[in-house]
């Protein structure tokens, strides 16, 4: 089993940039697919990128495609998601996840981690 701390969330401007970061936990972390999630009130939850387990795919979501970049640093069991040209509907809660590639892409993972709030102001 892998355990998910998520950190890197706050308040910046909009045009801003953020860095999430996701440390793991567990020996299973480098065969897991990673991915971000997130969840604005009132909003379903929303799939934002996903990265293989040894980081050559990635996907991304229409919306945060050539802003957001995911990555992985296997040897540190760390999961990134760099923010940029952050823009007001970015608000959200940020949570990761892991599971397998396709799961993962339908929006569907096996673990998740605590949340951290990210909110872009006007």
């Known amino acids: 089993q892998v355990q998910l701390a998520d950190s890197g969330g706050g308040l910046v401007q909009a045009g801003g940039s953020l860095r999430l970061s996701c440390a793991a936990s567990?020996?299973?972390?480098?065969?897991?697919?990673m991915g971000w999630f997130r969840q604005a009130p009132g909003k379903e939850r929303e799939l934002v990128a996903v990265?293989?387990?040894?980081?050559?795919?990635?996907s991304y979501a229409e919306s945060v495609k050539d802003r957001f970049t995911i990555s992985r640093d296997n040897a540190k069991n760390t999961v990134y998601l760099q923010m940029n040209s952050l823009k007001p509907e970015d608000t959200a809660v940020y949570y990761c996840?892991?599971?397998?590639?396709?799961?993962?892409?339908?929006?569907?993972?096996?673990?998740w981690g605590q949340g951290t709030q990210v909110t872009v102001s006007s």
């Open positions: 990265i293989s387990g040894n980081g050559v795919l990635t």
């Open positions: 996840a892991g599971g397998t590639y396709s799961r993962l892409r339908r929006g569907q993972c096996d673990y």
């Open positions: 567990g020996r299973a972390f480098t065969t897991s697919a």
